[in-house]
């Protein structure tokens, strides 16, 4: 079973720094999918990135890039010139490529990063 | 706004009664997700339907079932409930299911047993 490491349950960042939101995972896989979600206070799960594993290239979104490390099962989010919106909860998770599998589908989440933001 | 809607957006209950909650998917999603939110077992995969079918089953209790109807929206009941139920349940939609697509996630229901 695949599981998912946010080591870092609390995390700050002053406006308009940068901050890194760590992720490891644990997979026998070699085709999947990683995603970095945002839940502020609203509960509102927001997709912020995502990445294929196949696809060497870290993923980008505006303000938003990834550190894809996939021998060292790694996924970290960059957030530059952090912003007060930023301030949320950030969840780590993966989805198997296997579409014959069982849990095929499913999203398997860490426990999260509070990610706080000071003026 | 992610286009996905979930009804009620609060529910209070007691222990040992059953609830139904709805979530209507995107236009055009196939597929419907469920999700539970516990602080003790943070966020977890219950079920999931495609097109009307189950597809694939997370820990999901036998006092939990779900269903997929064909105007797609789905409904998840909860059945016997204890307070370890109290959680933040989220449906999210996906268009076919496959490799490429991504999950869109609803406000959520939030379920207070007592």
């Known amino acids: 079973a695949q599981t998912v490491t946010q080591s870092q349950p609390e995390m700050s960042v002053q406006e308009a720094e940068t901050v890194t939101l760590s992720c490891t995972y644990d997979t026998s896989e070699s085709d999947y999918y990683l995603f970095w979600y945002k839940q502020p206070p609203s509960r509102q799960m927001i997709l912020v990135i995502r990445?294929?594993?196949?696809?060497?290239q870290n993923a980008t979104e505006n303000r938003f890039s990834v550190n894809f490390q996939k021998a060292a099962k790694s996924f970290s989010l960059k957030i530059s010139d952090s912003q007060l919106g930023d301030a949320a909860m950030y969840f780590c998770?993966?989805?198997?490529?296997?579409?014959?599998?069982?849990?095929?589908?499913?999203?398997?989440f860490g426990q999260g990063t509070i990610l706080t933001v000071h003026p | 706004d992610s286009g996905v809607t979930q009804t009620p957006k609060h529910l209070i209950t007691a222990t040992g009664q059953r609830v139904t909650l709805r979530c209507s998917p995107r236009s055009g999603d196939l597929s419907v997700y469920w999700y539970q939110q516990s602080l003790d077992q943070g966020l977890q995969f219950l079920i999931q339907?495609?097109?009307?079918?189950?597809?694939a089953k997370g820990n999901i209790l036998e006092r939990f079932s779900a269903q997929q109807f064909p105007d797609l929206h789905s409904e998840l009941n909860l059945s016997s409930l204890e307070l370890g139920d109290s959680a933040l349940y989220f449906c999210?939609?996906?268009?076919?299911?496959?490799?490429?697509?991504?999950?869109?996630f609803g406000p959520g229901t939030r379920l207070t047993v007592l």
């Open positions: 339907y495609y097109n009307g079918e189950e597809r």
């Open positions: 990445q294929e594993a196949y696809k060497q």
């Open positions: 998770a993966y989805r198997t490529f296997n579409a014959g599998g069982t849990s095929y589908g499913k999203l398997t």
């Open positions: 999210a939609s996906s268009v076919r299911g496959v490799d490429t697509d991504t999950q869109y």
